[in-house]
């Protein structure tokens, strides 16, 4: 299992303790350090089952220095991915990757049903 995070992030900070408190074992890979390959997202896309638009930090503050809410609707999946993988401060955090799921974010439901 590989646990992609941002080591100062609150919610990754939530998600570690969780995986940690279950003892779950897993990989931890720091996001800004060891930014995912655009080939990376685009397999974790298609197993997410979530919409692209899901792996971007909306709040972070190179997507909205970047204006990428407008940019976004005229990018190719392909730019998209590439973008991702181009600063992991655009990705959005955690990323829990498990043999048959991908999760973004942190909800703690989503966690026991992937874990399990």
Sequence with gaps: MLFVC???CTTCQKAKKWLDEHEISYEMRDIKEQN?????????HKKSGLELKKFFNTSGLLYKSMNLKEKLTD????????????????????ILV??????????????????K
């Design 75 to 94: 990018m190719t999946d392909d730019e998209k991915y590439e973008l991702l993988a181009s600063d992991g401060m655009l990705v959005k955090r955690p």
């Design 6 to 8: 941002y080591p100062k």
């Design 98 to 115: 498990t043999e048959k799921k991908v999760l973004v974010g942190f909800k703690e439901t989503q966690y026991e049903d992937a874990v």
């Design 36 to 44: 995912p390959t655009a080939g990376e997202l685009r397999e974790w």
